[in-house]
């Protein structure tokens, strides 16, 4: 009976947590009345989205080196995905820091080259993490 108390508790306090509207800073007055320069937005999209969703029949064998953190069927499904729809994981951040090594999204975390028709040539071994 406390094991469930303690879980109500639990649940209660991570959905109140994940609910609460953020906490923001008051902007504070600039000393100067110049405004500051916009930040530019870029309305382009990410370049191997350009493809679209693109069924691709041959897959260059997956870089099994690392180790991957998952099992072998999940992997495939993982790479299959990317190598199929650039147009989503192009627009999908990645977390993990590889952004210092040149990713702009979740699709660089997998492949490295498509030709000129979007199939896959080269894996990018990062995804096996």
Known sequence: MLAMGAIVV???AGLFIATRPAQTEA?????TSTPAPAQTVSDEPPAMAKFGPHKQ???PPLPYDPVPARPPDVVRAAYTFAAEH?????YVPCYCGCE???HRGNDDCFVT???DKGD???WEPHGMT
């Open 10 to 12: 639990a649940a209660a």
């Open 27 to 31: 902007p504070k007055p600039q000393a």
């Open 57 to 59: 029949d041959n897959f």
């Open 86 to 90: 650039p147009e989503v994981l192009g």
């Open 100 to 102: 210092r090594s040149g």
């Open 113 to 115: 080259a498509r030709n």
């Open 120 to 122: 896959v040539t080269t």
